[in-house]
């Protein structure tokens, strides 16, 4: 087979899909399967669909217009605040966006005139990590503006905490925006169907058992790609950790001295690891680099140990471990490093687990309204 690729194990995204949608939807909270990490696959996001996401979320138009060429007719939505540039194809592709700008909301609205058709929108509140969003006190008066636009439906509020500033979602804030919820209903007499509080990083805040409030949707990437919650990266109980994992090939693999000789710039010598005394170390080189891949964001079997990475060289101590030339080594993945090698057009990927897929029901429990 061919290498590096990544090796997608599409039951166990659906497993984590599953186990997410059924716990989630004991909440009233529906999930929005976030297609970005992996470039809008088809096979990634029908599997996401298939274990029950009651939409797709994608902030890039080319994911989510890629996605509609193959032939998705699932809800979506832009979850990256449009581009001006860019509103006649988000108009034409998605269902709804995410918006903090009146802007882009008026051109939206000409766009949606244009093609004759309603576009739906979310606001985004800034709730304190300071990337996008509407500020609170300004909120009234944008939604007074949105609500005089033709061919826009307001539909609601989002936030998104925990990418920019490291903000946790927690108690005080969610309660925030629920309260926001209630007083904008309550003053201008309308109702507003879908509260999204936020993306992996608010599963802590779900595990914590606080009240839900208003909210009623999540926007879901990393927590079922990699099973894990956004902020610490702790295991979330019940999903694989493992549904994607990133494998290279072996190209060179020697007993080399541990310090390198002759000349050495001084930028470089920080880079050099020590080696706890050792002089000479079984090492490996796998033909993978930061042009495929966050080198800092992968994690080898145990026994191997990431030295070093260039742009297409990727240095390990193998320790203990033999390995021949064109052995194959196996990495787990951050999502930083996952999104990079999706998005290498070296990196390939193989799928298991579609005909399981195909095979099995699809969840029947009815879902909130979705983003
Ligand atoms: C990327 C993104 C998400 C998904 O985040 P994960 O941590 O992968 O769950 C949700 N909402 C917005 C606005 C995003 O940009």
């Not at 990544?6 to 984590?16: P, T």
């Not at 297609?35 to 994608?58: C, Q, R, Y």
């Not at 549904?243 to 000349?263: D, R």
Request: charged share 20%.
């Amino acid at each position: 087979m061919s290498a590096p690729r990544l090796e997608i194990d599409l039951n166990k995204i659906r497993h984590n899909v599953s186990t997410l949608v059924t716990l989630l939807d004991a909440k009233g909270i529906s999930v929005s399967g976030v297609t970005k990490a992996f470039l809008g696959d088809p096979l990634i996001a029908n599997a996401m669909l298939e274990a029950g996401v009651a939409s797709l979320s994608d902030s890039r138009i080319e994911n989510i217009e890629s996605m509609r060429q193959s032939g998705i007719t699932a809800r979506m939505s832009l979850i990256r605040s449009p581009m001006l540039s860019q509103v006649e194809r988000v108009v034409a592709a998605a269902d709804l966006s995410l918006n903090t700008e009146i802007e882009v909301i008026s051109a939206l609205s000409n766009a949606a005139l244009n093609q004759g058709k309603n576009h739906e929108i979310l606001l985004m509140v800034e709730l304190g990590d300071l990337r996008e969003g509407v500020l609170p006190v300004d909120l009234k008066e944008m939604i007074h503006k949105v609500r005089n636009l033709p061919n826009i439906k307001l539909m609601g509020l989002g936030a998104n905490l925990g990418c920019r500033s490291g903000v946790c979602p927690d108690k005080r804030n969610m309660a925030e925006l629920s309260d926001m919820v209630e007083q904008i209903e309550c003053d201008k007499r309308f109702h507003m169907p879908i509260v999204s509080g936020g993306n992996s990083s608010n599963l802590k805040w779900i595990f914590a058992g606080e009240e839900i409030g208003r909210i009623n949707n999540l926007r879901l990437g990393e927590a079922i790609l990699l099973g894990r919650e956004a902020l610490r990266q702790k295991p979330i109980p019940g999903l694989y950790l493992d549904a994607i994992s990133l494998v290279g090939e072996v190209i060179e693999n020697k007993i080399k001295p541990t310090k390198p000789w002759g000349t050495i710039v001084q930028s470089a010598l920080d880079a050099i690891p020590s080696m706890g005394g050792q002089t000479t170390i079984q090492q490996a080189i796998i033909a993978i680099g930061s042009q495929d891949v966050d080198p800092e964001g992968l994690t080898p079997s145990p026994g191997l140990k990431v030295l070093h990475a260039s742009s297409d060289h990727l240095v390990i101590n193998t320790g203990v471990t033999t390995l021949a030339i064109g052995d194959e080594v196996s990495f787990q993945l951050t999502y930083g490093a996952l999104v990079r090698a999706m998005s290498s057009p070296y990196v390939a990927r193989s799928f298991s687990g579609a005909e399981a897929m195909k095979r099995s029901a699809k969840p029947s429990s009815p879902l909130p309204a979705a983003a």
